[in-house]
């Protein structure tokens, strides 16, 4: 695909979605997933990858790795050296890729703008665990060493799927995988792209969920967020790969257009290191400033897929920003949180959460929050909590990470 560098720049151009992959405890791909959020399936198991028995809590929304990697341009010796992160992220860009027909990507700089939090965390675990049985061994450590860093694993989603362009990779703690999305759609609308492949991951790792847990952050119940009782959260696993065009990109070569990514906000609230802002001061800015970019208000958002994951803090805040950005409609919002049926996916979180909006908006359905014994105060918006089929033209994610980070996106339903 040619073009001149003043075509380049122009700008500002609709941002489409065209293939979509998804892996989570749900289920692998578009229509395991589809399936289940849309009936409110909870797929929390007992943690099998480390031993848990030091834990308070031994359950979390682990992946099946039933489904072999599919075919892809890397070695045998590359795929024999896969962490299991990296394996979650290949599997859904596999899928991606197939579903937007991207075979003419060669000779094209096309961006990877890339998500995570832990990322290939159980390969530094590796290094450490060896390090510390065995301080004299180093076979294997310059393998694990250069396959814990993110780049890394970039490099190989690049090499699997035969793209050549920058990449960009979010470390942004829970906000990371929205942030990435949002970073992809601004290069393509503001004219620096044509297209990008984006989205986030991560793995469940030992060290990761033990410092969770030290935290009394996870729940030794079941995670219900927006219910007034609720006692933390779970930790789940997967990934989700988007790949990104020009609208009139999309339409000259008669792809399948998913849906429309139509804005994106991102803002920090500066007010504690792991604690949101009681009143969602920063959230409140990322929500505002990703529909001025849609150009939509609070009352045309048919559904809302909130950060909620269930924590004390999170839900009261993030209730708190809803209610203040969505003033007079909030009564008609439909909100819920999916991290009950999966778990929080850290970095890979905003990116699931957003193929889970396109699956609503396409299916017209929302999917239900986890039931709720208590509702919290908080909730003076339409908690959705059993399946319900709803036209939807727009609908909106949270992302919200540690250190005061958060992230928006405003997806709309793509119709001729």
Not at 171 to 182: E, F, K, Q, V
Not at 199 to 218: K, N, P, R
Not at 386 to 398: F, G, I, K, M, V
């Amino acid at each position: 695909m040619s073009y001149r560098r003043d075509q380049q720049l122009s700008g500002p151009h609709r941002v489409v979605v065209t293939g979509v992959g998804i892996v989570t405890a749900m289920g692998h791909g578009w229509s395991a997933n589809a399936d289940g959020f849309r009936v409110g399936r909870t797929a929390l198991r007992p943690i099998t990858v480390f031993d848990t028995t030091r834990q308070r809590v031994h359950t979390g929304g682990e992946v099946i790795m039933d489904v072999p990697l599919p075919s892809t341009k890397l070695t045998p010796r590359q795929v024999s050296r896969l962490d299991r992160a990296t394996t979650l992220m290949l599997n859904a860009a596999a899928e991606a890729m197939a579903q937007a027909a991207w075979s003419d990507t060669m000779g094209e700089s096309i961006p990877i703008s890339l998500g995570t939090s832990a990322g290939a965390m159980s390969l530094g675990e590796s290094y450490y665990q060896s390090k510390s049985l065995h301080p004299s061994h180093k076979r294997r450590l310059a393998t694990l060493v250069t396959g814990y860093l993110p780049h890394t694993q970039a490099q190989l989603l690049a090499e699997a799927v035969g793209i050549s362009g920058p990449i960009t990779i979010i470390t942004n703690a829970c906000a990371s995988g929205a942030n990435a999305i949002g970073h992809a759609f601004h290069l393509i609308r503001h004219g620096r792209a044509r297209r990008a492949f984006c989205g986030g991951y991560d793995a469940i790792a030992e060290m990761v969920f033990a410092g969770f847990d030290s935290l009394q952050a996870l729940s030794t119940t079941t995670p219900r967020p927006f219910d007034a009782t609720r006692d933390g959260l779970a930790l789940g696993e997967g990934a989700a790969m988007l790949t990104l065009e020009r609208l009139d990109d999309a339409l000259a070569r008669g792809a399948t257009i998913l849906g429309e990514v139509t804005g994106y906000g991102a803002s920090t609230d500066l007010h504690h290191l792991t604690q949101p802002h009681p009143a969602g001061d920063a959230a409140v800015r990322s929500m505002s400033i990703a529909c001025a970019e849609a150009g939509v208000g609070p009352g045309e958002i048919g559904y809302l897929n909130s950060h909620g994951t269930g924590t004390l803090l999170n839900d009261s805040a993030e209730g708190a920003a809803i209610q203040e950005w969505a003033g007079d409609a909030v009564s008609r919002l439909k909100v819920s949180s999916t991290k009950g049926a999966i778990g929080h996916l850290l970095g890979g979180a905003g990116a699931v959460e957003a193929v889970i909006c396109l699956m609503a908006l396409r299916g017209g359905w929302v999917p239900p929050n986890v039931p709720v014994a208590q509702l919290d105060p908080i909730c003076t918006f339409d908690l959705v909590r059993e399946p319900r089929d709803s036209a939807l033209d727009h609908a909106l994610t949270n992302s919200f990470g540690f250190g005061g980070a958060n992230a928006t996106l405003v997806l709309r339903r793509w119709s001729s």
